[in-house]
């Protein structure tokens, strides 16, 4: 089973390569899923956003109320990084768990962790390779400007996470995402045939 991490900054499609992987056969790992549950109402990881950034973070529903923790650290390194103390532990544990699970199952030819802080994190190390989405900055910030963010939120993320070219000398591959759904699944089923089923 190999072991592949998928990273890109923000907009630059992961999330569309990750679906398109899970549809030629990878299982797929959400980071930002594992990062949600990490912090849900009940966890040790509730308790400790709560005491490190007050009980304003907590919505209407007793819940972690991610805009708003977003909204707190997003602008603020050092509050960022006290988040991601408490997070990113958590997340590793378990992305870890979950590959252990599926070497278990071994019916997986490969496992995709989707996580645009993959390498920051240091989660590429339980990977066997690192995949690396990118796309053009313009084409980034049209689409980050269709999906209602405005202009001056889409020029901050982008500076903070950039738009996956950083990356690339430490990619196994790179996928540049610059044309349209189809161009993007051709791509993708190119390097999976490179890198997975070709190695079968």
Same mark, same amino acid.
């Given at each position: 089973?190999?072991?592949?991490?998928?990273?890109?900054?923000?907009g630059?499609?992961?999330? @569309?390569?990750?679906r398109?992987?899970?549809?030629?056969?990878?299982?797929?790992? !959400?980071?930002?899923?594992?990062?949600?549950?990490?912090?849900?109402?009940?966890?040790a990881?509730?308790?400790?956003?709560?005491?490190?950034?007050?009980? !304003?973070?907590?919505?209407?529903a007793?819940?972690?109320?991610?805009?708003?923790?977003? &909204?707190?650290?997003?602008?603020?390194?050092?509050?960022?990084r006290?988040? @991601?103390?408490?997070?990113?532990?958590?997340?590793?544990d378990?992305?870890?768990?979950?590959?252990r699970?599926?070497?278990?199952?071994?019916?997986?030819a490969?496992?995709?962790?989707?996580?645009?802080?993959?390498?920051?994190?240091?989660? !590429?190390?339980?990977?066997?390779?690192?995949w690396?989405?990118?796309?053009?900055?313009?084409?980034?910030?049209?689409?980050?400007?269709?999906?209602g963010m405005?202009?001056?939120?889409?020029?901050?993320?982008?500076?903070? &996470?950039?738009?996956?070219?950083?990356?690339?000398? &430490?990619?196994?591959?790179?996928?540049?995402?610059?044309?349209?759904?189809?161009?993007?699944?051709?791509?993708?089923?190119?390097?999976?045939?490179?890198?997975?089923?070709?190695?079968?």
């Open positions: 089973m190999l072991t592949i991490g998928l990273t890109g900054g923000i630059t499609g992961k999330s @569309e390569v990750a398109i992987l899970g549809e030629l056969g990878a299982v797929v790992v !959400d980071a930002d899923r594992l990062g949600h549950a990490a912090y849900r109402r009940g966890t990881g509730f308790d400790e956003v709560v005491r490190a950034f007050g009980r !304003d973070v907590v919505g209407a007793g819940e972690i109320d991610r805009k708003r923790l977003g &909204q707190l650290v997003f602008g603020d390194p050092g509050r960022r006290k988040l @991601e103390r408490i997070v990113w532990p958590r997340i590793e378990a992305i870890a768990e979950r590959l699970a599926e070497r278990r199952k071994g019916s997986a490969a496992v995709v962790i989707e996580a645009a802080v993959l390498v920051e994190a240091g989660w !590429d190390a339980l990977c066997d390779e690192v690396v989405v990118t796309a053009p900055e313009g084409e980034v910030l049209r689409r980050l400007r269709g999906s405005s202009e001056e939120d889409a020029l901050a993320r982008v500076r903070v &996470q950039g738009n996956g070219t950083r990356l690339r000398g &430490q990619a196994a591959a790179t996928i540049v995402n610059d044309g349209g759904l189809e161009d993007l699944r051709r791509r993708v089923e190119s390097v999976w045939r490179e890198r997975v089923s070709g190695k079968a």
